[in-house]
């Protein structure tokens, strides 16, 4: 399906959804709006009045740096370098991840699980996801949705697009949901650069590196899957629609291409918003491939932070998934502007019972 020559265009909120020419058979939008630089900058918003000497000052200073992080991105040697760096120093906590921490018997497994899971009113130390699960016998389907770096189970829903869609699902008797975060890394990539989004919480909360924090989020999954632990009892979905932002969309890109013969013959589609590999040492390169084994993606991004942190343009579209560019946002608040998390949550009900 391409819709990016039809001359069209589609009201939603306020902003004017105008089509443009898509690439790689899917579907291509590109969202017109004005861009708030005051809420990014934190200073007098530019409209048509003169940059103050400060601004440009400043985004000199962050074109220079973001001109530098770029070239080191584009270097594969410096890339395998960083990323065999930064896993070595948590090879054993990722071992031990995978291990499950050694839980074998049915008690450490729902020991394991219970050690992982945010039970609201509790402590978020150390808890990696919260769900809402039915056990009634039947078969619905499951929505796993990703959160970016520094996104607590508990942020903001005004600063975390993805916490109003859980929100909204939660409250729905047809479908399950589970919310996973996403560890942290040697260094903190997040604030510098701005890929973790809108930060809402301390990392400290989940200080596991975001290696071992993948090796959970399979772990929980699969068992979820299987009814192991304390998920038995579950019935298994009858589809699974992914979505994450950032890390989060880094996250679900490695489920579903290398961890998805753990997850069965479960029917599945995806959603990514400003995907970006997950782990410190890929250096906030952008996720460009849309998994194989998905039925149907959806595919936001944008390509203006000046941080050099952000998504990238489909490479391998069908003409099933839907991809979009935002011209006038950033990384940092891609995930929580209405029209986006509208998009998403318009995806996964339509997913929902196909």
């Known amino acids: 399906m391409t819709i990016g020559v039809e001359s069209h265009s589609v009201q939603s909120y306020g902003k004017e959804y105008t089509s443009v020419p898509s690439s790689g058979g899917c579907a291509a939008l590109s969202i017109s709006q ?59 906590e990722a071992r031990q991840a995978r291990d499950r921490n050694g839980a074998r018997t049915q008690e450490e497994l729902v020991a394991y699980h219970d050690g992982l899971h945010y039970e609201p009113g509790r402590s978020l130390d150390n808890k990696i996801y919260t769900s809402k699960l039915t056990y009634d016998g039947q078969s619905r389907p499951l929505v796993v949705l990703v959160l970016g770096k520094n996104q607590s189970l508990t942020g903001c829903r005004r600063d975390v697009g993805l916490l109003r869609i859980y929100d909204e699902l939660k409250a729905r008797s047809d479908v399950d949901v589970a919310l996973f975060r996403v560890g942290g890394g040697l260094m903190d990539l997040g604030d510098s650069s701005g890929s973790s989004g809108n930060s809402s919480s301390d990392d400290s909360e989940c200080p596991f590196h975001s290696s071992a924090v993948l090796e959970h989020t399979v772990n929980i999954l699969e068992d979820m899957l299987n ?87 489909m490479s391998n579209g069908t003409d099933n998934d839907v991809s979009i560019q935002l011209p006038d946002v950033f990384h940092q608040d891609i995930d929580d502007k209405d029209d986006v998390i509208t998009r998403v949550a318009n995806f996964i009900r339509e997913q929902l019972h196909r």
């Open 227 to 313: 009814g192991r632990g304390k998920f038995n009892g579950y019935k298994k979905p009858s589809r699974m629609v992914f979505a994450g932002f950032s890390w989060g969309g880094g996250t679900v890109d490695q489920i579903l291409n290398n961890h998805r013969d753990r997850l069965g013959n479960v029917p599945i589609c995806s959603a990514y918003v400003d995907a970006v590999r997950l782990g410190i040492g890929n250096l906030g390169c952008g996720v460009q491939r849309r998994p194989e084994c998905s039925s149907r993606h959806l595919h936001i991004y944008q390509e203006n932070d000046l941080h050099g942190v952000h998504g990238l343009a």
């Open 34 to 92: 004005a861009c708030n630089y005051d809420q990014f900058f934190g200073t007098q918003a530019l409209g048509n009045q003169e940059e103050s000497l400060w601004q440009k000052v400043k985004n000199k200073v962050v074109g220079f740096f973001s001109s530098i992080l770029k070239y080191v991105k584009s270097v594969s040697w410096i890339q395998k370098v960083a990323k065999n760096v930064d896993y070595a120093f948590h090879y054993g």
